[in-house]
């Protein structure tokens, strides 16, 4: 499953993890994704949407 939103295309962010000393490590962040049914062309499909896309009513 790839961790990206079928509908805007948001994907994984990379970032630093920073520590109590200040040292830096390379971090992921994950849109927050679920599985929701969408009508195209007359058909039922399971697409990965963003929260965002589901609260603006994208789908």
């Known amino acids: 499953m790839s961790k990206r939103c079928d509908i805007c295309g948001k994907g994984p962010l990379v970032g630093n993890r920073v520590s109590h000393s200040e040292r ?3 971090r992921r962040t994950f849109p927050n994704l679920h599985k929701a049914k969408v009508n195209v062309n007359g058909k039922i499909k399971v697409v990965n949407v ?7 009513y994208k789908i």
Do not use: E, G, Y
């Open 24 to 26: 830096k490590t390379k």
């Open 50 to 56: 963003c929260t965002d896309c589901l609260k603006k």
